[in-house]
């Protein structure tokens, strides 16, 4: 008799019947599209109603939304949710172990006591605490932060055994102490004197901390060599108990607590977080190497004590376990406003897309809250691609297939590394005895449990600079160095050698971190994503083409290149912020009149493309509200952002600029934070965002009001109601810039010299684009 499933696979059909009808019929409305399109081209130059070159730039940027809108419907082509039972997995005895990798590297913008509740939330997973082991890497070398792990593993000695009696699941001391926190407790005299002696050993660690800050300075909290230091690896100890697992007063026992700060020097590249995870990596192999590893951002803290009993319910089942590479959770934000105008929920990408991809050959690697199977960062292939192309040919009863061929086919086995020559080994690994070691016994525990192994660690080269030198790290061992997106990258290219992943999403987040709350923070972390996407897009690793001849599906590779070439969303928006109207106020029709049939068709696209995307906001528990949120974002991010990330990586392909990684702001601002919960924009940002937003802006409601004008007077509305419907979509989508430019008072408005400065672009823009379009009109 087989044994209960550790999980189980919901298929949504009816969104499959959904999303597959619509693909097919708004796919038929695009090829009409194209159609009148290129007809135009082959029409009587004297005939034609408008200049080749305005028409042939609104026809490439139609082309290219087509072209990014049909990859993206990769995503929907076969959705899945998943069920887990974590009561079902193996005794404790029986668990394997598990790595915990936080990151950190500036302590201005990423506070320590917000990094030290997120380690300390990891130290509350509800896991054996002997196969438990956290990992800090401090990659400013900050004293800082030192000083806050030490006062941590101090306040953890009492806020573990606390969350272990009474069963708290907000493993986050700073909001299970805040009114947002749901699992206040038991109510009897015990808990509460004893949550508030607690409560009092928090703040202590808390003044620690904050008096440590005043010490070394306000702005001056990194080290002074943040970018040239010495490695230094520490484990926390007991003070008055070396044991690398210390007893408690109360037998409760704590997880190892390991500080890492890698060697830096200004001579040898870091590669960022991508670098610093890869020393832990190394580091972890030494002390503890776990078979498992989970990565956390460093404000992204565990909400559920659960997740990594969830992730086993994945990584310990037979039937998937084999190619398993990682469990993927979702990022969720516990200081999102109910308006969200940022969209920093990222509604689309955890509520659809991975769901989505979910059903194929799992999401994308995430960059925090995923499991990841260690052994699939040493660059082992599976060789299971005839599965994929089966399963792509034979979506519709794919469950079945594999079903089937998993109780036929043998179990699929990585790369025996025990059986590699030595000196491959260290080709591939580095000259580390003690790396290579961990390598060859890669599924077994390795923690050490003496102090002088300990102390010895520190003294290990798998942390410095140099160590990288000649070896296949970031190529093809451990997180890949192509982009700043490392984790896109690394996901990607494990894909392609076989690997599978899978999405979990339980109802109760498992993470919570601190979601973008300004303008300026969400369009840095964007302009960031689109070079590392860009570097991607146009390398050899570009997924439509490198992903192909290699062991992942079509439509996974579809999912990733929409994703890659998002940030070519600059070029469309911002011709159809511009062209249109400038031929507006010249009287160039660039659309089908009203009376013309193909009118209907443009109709048809627009409100196909709006109507889908209300329905999977309704569908995903949004609003009205949400779809205008998302799509404004969209539109401001496409202009600044993405243009800015493409030139930056364009610019760092030809040399004319270093790579640079700008870390998101993780101080709270009360100003900042109290405009965005009233949907307020906050217009304190850089005028190098800001002047393409506003321009644009004042051009439009420009051509708007001018060829209003101008219809009322000529009377041609039919031929250029289209142009006129676009200037007034796009005035309304942006209304809070409008109120930032001309209503608003406060700090958080656009300032008057902006404004000024966009007024005289836009003048010169249509004062230059008219004298061109008279040109081109001869």
């Given at each position: 008799?087989?044994?209960?499933?550790?999980?189980?696979?919901?298929?949504?059909?009816?969104?499959?019947?959904?999303?597959?009808?619509?693909?097919?019929?708004?796919?038929?409305?695009?090829?009409?599209?194209?159609?009148?399109?290129?007809?135009?081209?082959?029409?009587?130059?004297?005939?034609?109603?408008?200049?080749?070159?305005?028409?042939?730039?609104?026809?490439?940027?139609?082309?290219?939304?087509?072209?990014?809108?049909?990859?993206?419907?990769?995503?929907?082509?076969?959705?899945?949710?998943?069920?887990?039972?974590?009561?079902?997995?193996?005794?404790?005895?029986?668990?394997?172990?598990?790595?915990?990798?936080?990151?950190?590297?500036?302590?201005?913008?990423?506070?320590?006591?917000?990094?030290?509740?997120?380690?300390?939330?990891?130290?509350?997973?509800?896991?054996?605490?002997?196969?438990?082991?956290?990992?800090?890497?401090?990659?400013?070398?900050?004293?800082?932060?030192?000083?806050?792990?030490?006062?941590?593993?101090?306040?953890?000695?009492?806020?573990?055994?606390?969350?272990?009696?009474?069963?708290?699941?907000?493993?986050?001391?700073?909001?299970?102490?805040?009114?947002?926190?749901?699992?206040?407790?038991?109510?009897?005299?015990?808990?509460?004197?004893?949550?508030?002696?607690?409560?009092?050993?928090?703040?202590?660690?808390?003044?620690?901390?904050?008096?440590?800050?005043?010490?070394?300075?306000?702005?001056?909290?990194?080290?002074?060599?943040?970018?040239?230091?010495?490695?230094?690896?520490?484990?926390?100890?007991?003070?008055?108990?070396?044991?690398?697992?210390?007893?408690?007063?109360?037998?409760?026992?704590?997880?190892?607590?390991?500080?890492?700060?890698?060697?830096?020097?200004?001579?040898?590249?870091?590669?960022?977080?991508?670098?610093?995870?890869?020393?832990?990596?190394?580091?972890?192999?030494?002390?503890?190497?776990?078979?498992?590893?989970?990565?956390?951002?460093?404000?992204?803290?565990?909400?559920?004590?659960?997740?990594?009993?969830?992730?086993?319910?994945?990584?310990?089942?037979?039937?998937?376990?084999?190619?398993?590479?990682?469990?993927q959770f979702p990022q969720r934000f516990h200081n999102i406003s109910k308006n969200d105008i940022y969209d920093s929920q990222l509604r689309s990408v955890f509520s659809v897309q991975w769901e989505g991809l979910d059903g194929l050959q799992g999401p994308v690697l995430s960059g925090t809250c995923f499991y990841m199977k260690r052994v699939s960062l040493y660059g082992s292939t599976i060789d299971e691609g005839w599965i994929f192309l089966v399963y792509s040919a034979f979506l519709s009863i794919a469950d079945e297939i594999l079903r089937i061929l998993a109780?036929?086919?043998?179990?699929?086995?990585?790369?025996?590394?025990?059986?590699?020559?030595?000196?491959?080994?260290?080709?591939?690994?580095?000259?580390?005895?003690?790396?290579?070691?961990?390598?060859?016994?890669?599924?077994?525990?390795?923690?050490?449990?003496?102090?002088?192994?300990?102390?010895?660690?520190?003294?290990?080269?798998?942390?410095?600079?140099?160590?990288?030198?000649?070896?296949?790290?970031?190529?093809?061992?451990?997180?890949?160095?192509?982009?700043?997106?490392?984790?896109?990258?690394?996901?990607?290219?494990?894909?392609?050698?076989?690997?599978?992943?899978?999405?979990?999403?339980?109802?109760?987040?498992?993470?919570?971190?601190?979601?973008?709350?300004?303008?300026?923070?969400?369009?840095?972390?964007?302009?960031?994503?689109?070079?590392?996407?860009?570097?991607?897009?146009?390398?050899?690793?570009?997924?439509?083409?490198?992903?192909?001849?290699?062991?992942?599906?079509?439509?996974?590779?579809?999912?990733?290149?929409?994703?890659?070439?998002?940030?070519?969303?600059?070029?469309?928006?911002?011709?159809?912020?511009?062209?249109?109207?400038?031929?507006?106020?010249?009287?160039?029709?660039?659309?089908?009149?009203?009376?013309?049939?193909?009118?209907?068709?443009?109709?048809?696209?627009?409100?196909?493309?709006?109507?889908?995307?209300?329905?999977?906001?309704?569908?995903?528990?949004?609003?009205?509200?949400?779809?205008?949120?998302?799509?404004?974002?969209?539109?401001?991010?496409?202009?600044?952002?993405?243009?800015?990330?493409?030139?930056?990586?364009?610019?760092?392909?030809?040399?004319?600029?270093?790579?640079?990684?700008?870390?998101?702001?993780?101080?709270?601002?009360?100003?900042?934070?109290?405009?965005?919960?009233?949907?307020?924009?906050?217009?304190?940002?850089?005028?190098?965002?800001?002047?393409?937003?506003?321009?644009?802006?004042?051009?439009?409601?420009?051509?708007?009001?001018?060829?209003?004008?101008?219809?009322?007077?000529?009377?041609?509305?039919?031929?250029?109601?289209?142009?006129?419907?676009?200037?007034?979509?796009?005035?309304?989508?942006?209304?809070?810039?409008?109120?930032?430019?001309?209503?608003?008072?406060?700090?958080?408005?656009?300032?008057?010299?902006?404004?000024?400065?966009?007024?005289?672009?836009?003048?010169?823009?249509?004062?230059?684009?008219?004298?061109?379009?008279?040109?081109?009109?001869?």
């Amino acid at each position: 008799m087989d044994s209960l499933p550790l999980h189980v696979c919901h298929v949504h059909k009816l969104s499959i019947l959904l999303n597959r009808a619509y693909l097919l019929v708004h796919s038929a409305a695009l090829a009409f599209l194209i159609y009148y399109r290129v007809s135009f081209l082959f029409q009587v130059p004297n005939t034609r109603t408008a200049p080749v070159l305005p028409w042939l730039l609104v026809f490439a940027s139609e082309l290219l939304l087509s072209f990014i809108w049909l990859l993206g419907q990769a995503f929907r082509w076969r959705p899945v949710t998943r069920t887990v039972f974590p009561e079902r997995i193996p005794e404790d005895d029986k668990l394997p172990a598990i790595d915990v990798f936080i990151c950190t590297t500036d302590p201005d913008k990423e506070p320590t006591v917000v990094v030290m509740n997120t380690v300390l939330s990891a130290m509350a997973l509800d896991y054996p605490p002997e196969k438990l082991h956290v990992y800090l890497s401090d990659d400013g070398g900050s004293p800082l932060t030192f000083h806050g792990i030490r006062e941590a593993w101090r306040f953890a000695r009492y806020w573990l055994p606390f969350c272990r009696r009474y069963g708290i699941k907000t493993g986050c001391p700073e909001l299970y102490f805040s009114a947002l926190a749901d699992d206040i407790g038991f109510g009897s005299s015990e808990f509460m004197i004893q949550r508030q002696k607690t409560k009092e050993r928090y703040e202590m660690m808390k003044d620690s901390i904050t008096q440590a800050r005043e010490r070394c300075g306000q702005g001056h909290t990194r080290s002074n060599t943040a970018r040239d230091h010495p490695s230094v690896v520490e484990v926390m100890q007991d003070e008055s108990n070396y044991d690398t697992v210390p007893v408690l007063a109360d037998k409760t026992k704590m997880p190892l607590l390991v500080y890492v700060s890698r060697e830096k020097r200004p001579t040898h590249p870091h590669h960022f977080k991508a670098g610093a995870l890869n020393v832990l990596q190394r580091v972890s192999s030494i002390i503890s190497n776990s078979p498992y590893i989970l990565v956390l951002d460093c404000d992204m803290y565990c909400n559920d004590p659960t997740s990594a009993r969830k992730a086993m319910c994945f990584h310990l089942d037979p039937k998937v376990s084999n190619s398993l590479a990682f469990v993927q959770f979702p990022q969720r934000f516990h200081n999102i406003s109910k308006n969200d105008i940022y969209d920093s929920q990222l509604r689309s990408v955890f509520s659809v897309q991975w769901e989505g991809l979910d059903g194929l050959q799992g999401p994308v690697l995430s960059g925090t809250c995923f499991y990841m199977k260690r052994v699939s960062l040493y660059g082992s292939t599976i060789d299971e691609g005839w599965i994929f192309l089966v399963y792509s040919a034979f979506l519709s009863i794919a469950d079945e297939i594999l079903r089937i061929l998993a109780d036929c086919l043998s179990p699929l086995t990585p790369l025996h590394f025990a059986d590699m020559d030595l000196e491959e080994l260290k080709r591939s690994f580095g000259s580390s005895d003690e790396v290579i070691k961990s390598v060859r016994q890669i599924y077994k525990p390795n923690v050490i449990n003496d102090q002088l192994s300990l102390q010895k660690v520190t003294q290990l080269p798998a942390a410095s600079c140099s160590y990288e030198t000649d070896t296949k790290w970031g190529k093809e061992v451990g997180f890949l160095y192509d982009s700043v997106v490392e984790d896109y990258s690394t996901g990607f290219r494990l894909h392609c050698k076989g690997w599978t992943s899978v999405y979990c999403d339980p109802s109760r987040p498992q993470f919570l971190g601190n979601g973008t709350t300004s303008l300026n923070d969400l369009l840095i972390q964007g302009t960031r994503w689109s070079t590392g996407l860009i570097d991607v897009c146009f390398s050899k690793f570009c997924p439509l083409i490198y992903g192909p001849p290699r062991n992942i599906s079509i439509l996974e590779t579809m999912c990733y290149g929409e994703l890659a070439f998002t940030p070519l969303y600059c070029l469309p928006l911002w011709c159809f912020a511009t062209i249109p109207q400038l031929c507006l106020l010249n009287g160039i029709p660039l659309y089908p009149k009203v009376s013309n049939s193909f009118f209907v068709v443009y109709v048809f696209v627009f409100l196909s493309a709006i109507s889908k995307h209300l329905y999977e906001v309704l569908l995903t528990g949004g609003s009205f509200r949400t779809m205008q949120n998302e799509q404004r974002v969209w539109m401001i991010k496409s202009v600044t952002c993405h243009l800015y990330g493409s030139l930056d990586s364009i610019m760092k392909k030809i040399g004319m600029r270093e790579s640079s990684f700008m870390p998101t702001n993780k101080v709270d601002d009360d100003e900042r934070a109290k405009l965005y919960q009233v949907g307020k924009f906050d217009f304190q940002t850089s005028n190098m965002f800001l002047l393409p937003m506003v321009a644009l802006v004042i051009l439009n409601t420009a051509a708007f009001v001018g060829g209003l004008v101008r219809v009322i007077f000529v009377g041609d509305w039919d031929k250029m109601f289209v142009q006129l419907f676009i200037s007034l979509y796009v005035v309304f989508m942006n209304l809070p810039i409008i109120e930032g430019m001309i209503i608003r008072k406060d700090k958080g408005r656009i300032q008057p010299s902006v404004t000024q400065l966009s007024v005289i672009m836009s003048i010169l823009f249509l004062f230059l684009g008219s004298i061109i379009i008279s040109i081109v009109s001869y």
